[in-house]
Each structure stands twice: as structure tokens, then as C-alpha cells.
């Protein structure tokens, strides 16, 4: 029963509920933390063995230690981004799956076989990431030492030496399934002349949308009766068991009151924004804006939000406001404006006066490298002397080593339209201050730059102060909203509880969304790996999760409450139960309407087509159709003009000799009567060893995904984790 929509009316009752969900909650999260619960199913299970979590979660751990360490050498000064653990799930399964198949075929790999493979001895090569970071300066050679040595430095080198373990014991599995991989000459054949006769034809197609859905009626009798005679088909069973959910939400917006308070606000704000003197002081005070940060420097320069620069920092102004804020002077306030949901005013403070062009040629010396520093100055000293505006251009494609990505190299040395806080101070000083045409050189923590100065644009590009302020849902209208929602799901529960059919009780659940101008969408949530998108907190998931899937759960049960996720409620009922294999009557209805609709047009489609001798006559019989032609192979069965149709294309090449008329051929566009005009034999070939290689070759580009894919099966990989979390299937 929904009982949400009375406690207003008993306030002890609310203290009970919070009480109590407390204490589960406390409780809940002891029994986590000491264990006390016996886990049944754990994490998942492995041919029929639960995964260990605390192994899982040690990969977790390691998989993010490495994700930290690379990012550290990367980008010192940025974080790493978490780990993806349905990665490191997926690692970790297949892990154990591999395991398993090496145990059962004896394959291991030794102390003395794991030196020859990290070492490339004993008829190893060695790994070409070793060949490159294990070089010795003098021979250019790889050094097993260095290899030696960093290994033994390594705080972690078991868990190295481990994981290279574990790639060779793969590469050795792997190998013996390539060994079984075989292409017969039969199949290479088979291959050949599908890819070369060709079979040129006519034919007349009748659409089935030339019959409107609408002219077959369908009744439940019908259908059930198909269903009946069509549900062991493999096109119909559902793969996974599954469970699907159907929800609106109502979203808490705020209401026209709000928005008439809100705009009084920003009008206010304008004017003291205006009058203000200490600009600063204004904006940081968070009465005034959410916003709060005053910066005043170049580098706080704001441009259109076409341009792609700006867009990277942050520093924005609608483009379609350009001309305005151009216009503006000193001191003016511009706005209100939009910007991606909130409502800003902008003061202009300032102005950056210059867009910058110049061509460089870099030779890199970082500053603290004193050696690299006298090197770099004496080949600039070099080649100073010989740049000129001719060869600026070629010199620049000789001798900078600028490598950045979206560099200029390969366009003379080129950076166009650039402001000067968007380069190093002293590049940016060069640029402003030297007169055009000159060509000097100046160091920056980078190295040395050969500059040449190609142009100053004068642009008007406004320095703001901004003051920030969202439009949000007072809580009187937060208050009606609850109401509101309160209100639906007890009518809701209401109207739905004493019916006692599943699907009529959905039905009801869209009847009255719809009436009531809700939107109502599907989730289908997996069984074995359930995944809900479109959320944005494990809490609502959670809540559909139990919903789905509550021990005793019932297709018709509506959810207890509404589900509050951020700035909207969510009202949901479970709308179906589905078993892996034979789907139920009610899961496939609306796939068996069309089906069934279409297995009629196809039945008076070909009563008009039957029985006519040519292709002309029928096109004379049927009004609308027309004589077509194609050329088509039995490997790409595409027939101009309609489209991919395999069984057709499949029927033309069961044996019909030149000259005949097929029967009427049910396809996926339609109805065919087709006839064979001329086929051209495959040229005779010595041998198939191209399309054999072919074959064989598509086979090992995707042996190791299959396998894979195979041991999951086999194994009967269960994701639990979901469920666990949510305290669902422990």
C-alpha cells in the first residue's frame, strides 16, 4: 500500500519511519563492515563457485594504483580518473576462466622459461616495449641489465613478474586454439565462386506497405494462436532473463511565482552591480552571486562560445551577444543572459586589446638543464644569422622541435591569432612588444625561441567581473510538488491494487500517467549483470533494482513510494517478468502483431502474384509495379533497388537455370517474382589459396574474442555485484 501521501496527516509516523530506517540502515551497514551475513551468492559466480570479493577488490585496488601511477607520469598535477570496474570485473573473470582451461591442459610457465621471455633468450625475441625504454645510449642495443635492474627497483616487481607470467601462459593457450584453426579447399572454393558469379536478374516487387496495417484486423484469438504455433522459434526467446520496469517522473521545476521573485532579484542585482565601486567585494559575496571569483588579469579574457579556445577554459559569452559585448564600455553591466542554466550579469572590467601572429622555431633546453641550455644556445647563435623571411619557413621544418600535438611545424612555424595569455610570458612579451617583421630569438622554460613578429589585430575581447545567480524551485512550489506526487501515487495504488491481473494493472499505470500528462518510458534490466542507465544516483537505482527484483516481486507491483532523485520524483511498477527460452505470451504481443500482420500481407501479396508466367504480364496485372534489373553475388546478397534481402538472394542460387521464373519469394521489403536473365560463371582459378588465406585469416582475428566469449558461457559467469550493493542478493 502507498502510504506516503498520508504522513503529512500523522507527524509521529514520519519520526517512526526515520527511526526505524536508521537503525536498518545502521545496522545494515555493521553487518557490511563485520560480515556477519553469509553470503550466498557474493559478488557472482563461476561455474557455480562464488568469486572471492576481497580477490576482486585487491584487482580494484592494483588496477588504480597503476591508473595513479601512469597518470602521475603523464600529468603530475592531475588525479587519475577511478578505475572502471566492469573492466577489472571483466579482467578478473576471464582471468579465472583462463586459469581453469590452463589447468585442465598442463600449462605453466617456469622460473627459468619467464628470464628467456622477458630477456629475449633461448629463441625469445625481445618484448619491443623492452626494446625501446632498455637501450644502452652507447649501442643503441637492448640491455638486459637495465631491464635487470628496474625490475629489482620495483617496489612491486612480484605483481610484474606475475603479470608477465600470466601473458605468456595466454599466448600459449591461444596458440594451441591456433593450431586447431583450418581452412578446407572446399570452403576456400566455396568462397571464390561466391564472390564471383554473378547472377544478372529482373524482377517485380510488391512492398508490403502497400498494404496500411490498419486493413488487417488482429484479434488476442489470432494472436494467441500464433503465438501458440511460433514461440519455440529462436527469434522470439528472450537470450537472458531479464525484468522490465515502466516510470514517469515529475520533475521539480520552478513555478511562474519563481521565476517572477527570481527576475525582481536580477534586476536588483543589476543596478547594485552598477553602482558598485568595488567590484571584487560584490561578486564574492554570495548574496549577490553562486558564482564567487574575481579575477582581473589577461588571462581571464572572455570570447564568443563559437570560439573553441575559450571554450576549453570556461571563459564565455553567448556569440550571439558578441556585438554587444564589443560595443560595451568600461563599467557597463550586460545581461541577464543564459549560460547553461544559469543567469549571469557580466561587468565589463577591462579589455584585451591584441590578437597575435608570429612563426618560431623551438630548440628545446629545459632551464634547470644547464648542459641542454649551453647546447641550445650555441646552435641558436648559429643559426640566427641565417634566418631570414624567405627561409623562415624551411628553416622552421629543419630545426624546430616543436611536437606538440595541433603544433605548427608543418606550417612554417606558424601560431595565428593568438592572445598573449595564452602563451608563456616571455613569448607572449616577444609577440606585444617587438616591432613587426622582427626576428630575434628569447628563452622560455620550453628553451629558445627564433621569433619572427607577423601581425597585431586590434580586437576589443572583454575582461568581466560576473555575478551568477539559478533559478530555483521555492519551497512552497517544492511543497506542491510533493503534494502533487503524493496525490498520484495513492490514487495510483488506489485504482491499481484490486486488480488482480499483472498486465491489466500495467495498463492501468499508463492509462493514468497518460491522463495525467506524465511521459511514460521502459527499462529492461538484465539478470545477470543488471545495468540501469539514465539515473543519476545508485540511490533511485537501487529502489527500481528492489522493485525489479525483491524476493516475491509480482508483474503489477507499484512502487512503495515516490523515489526522489535530485530535482524530480519517480513513480514506477514492475511491468514484466521475463525467463530466459520461451518468451511469454504478453512479452512478445506487440513483436507477434507485426509478425502476424505481415505473414497476412505476405499471403495476399502472393495470391495477386501467383499463377502469372512473365514479368510483363504482372507489372500489367499489378498497377504501381515495375520491371527492375541487378547484378548480385551469393557473398553480398544486396539487390539494387531494394535492398539486403539474404533469403531471397539464397533462392536465386539453389539451383534456377537461365531463363526461369521463380514463384512468389517472400522477403524482408516485400513480395519478388524474379527471373534469372544471365549468370557468369566464376573463372575457372588453379587453386583457392587467397581466399583460403582470407578465411584463416578472419578466423584468427577473431579466435581469441570467441573463445572468450565461449568460456563465459561455459563457465556461466554471474555478475552479481549490482545486486549485492544494493543489498538485494547477498
Known sequence: MAIIGKIREKSWLMLVIIGGALMAFIFTDYNKMTGNVESIYGYGTIHGEKVSIDDFNKDVILAQANADRNAQQQQPQQPATPVDKDQVWNSYTER???????????????????????YGKEGFSVLPSFATQFTDPKTGLFDENLLRT???????????????????????????????LYVTNLEGKNEYTSQKEIKTVSYVLQRYKSIADDEIPVSDEALKAFYEEHKNEAKYANKTASRDIRFFDVTVSPSSKDSTRFNSLIDSLKIAFKATENDSLFVINKKNSDFNFFASGH????????????????????????????NASIGDVIGPYNDNGTTRLAKIIDFNTNLLSVRHILISAQRQDTLAVELAQVKVDSLLPLINK????EMAELHSQDRQPGGPLNN?????????????PEFSEFATEKSIGTIDYVQTDYGFHIMEVLGRKEIKAPIMAIAQKTLTSSLDTRDDIDSEVDNMIYSLDEKISPIESGAERVAMFDTMAIANDYLVRPINIQENGPRILGFQTSFAEDKLLQLAFSEGAQVGDLVDSPIKEKNRYIIAILASIKDAGT????DVKPMLERELIKAEK???????????KTLEALTDKLAGTTILKAEIT????????AGYEPDVVGSLFSGLKDGETTVPIEGSAGVYVVKIEKTTKAPTAANYDVEKGQLLSSLRSGMQGNAKKALAKLGDVVDNRRFFDANIRK
Open 96 to 118: 579465472l576462466l583462463l586459469t581453469a582451461e590452463y589447468n585442465a591442459l598442463g600449462i605453466d610457465v617456469s622460473e627459468n622459461e619467464l628470464e628467456a621471455y622477458l
Open 390 to 393: 624567405e627561409n623562415f619557413d
Open 634 to 641: 551469393f557473398l553480398n546478397p544486396q539487390i539494387t533497388g
Open 583 to 586: 518468451p511469454s505470451f504478453e
Open 602 to 612: 505476405v499471403k495476399r501479396l502472393k495470391k495477386q502474384m501467383v499463377g502469372v
Open 299 to 326: 588571462q581571464f579574457t572572455f570570447r564568443p562560445d563559437s570560439d573553441e579556445k575559450a571554450k576549453q577554459r570556461g571563459l564565455t559569452y553567448p556569440a550571439s551577444m558578441d556585438t554587444l559585448f564589443t
Open 150 to 180: 628496474r625490475i629489482e627497483e620495483m617496489d612491486n616487481s612480484d605483481e610484474i613478474l606475475e603479470s608477465y607470467k600470466e601473458i605468456r601462459k595466454q599466448e600459449k593457450y591461444f596458440a594451441i586454439l591456433d593450431q586447431g
Open 412 to 424: 612554417g612555424g606558424k601560431y595565428e591569432d593568438f592572445m598573449d595569455y595564452e602563451m608563456v
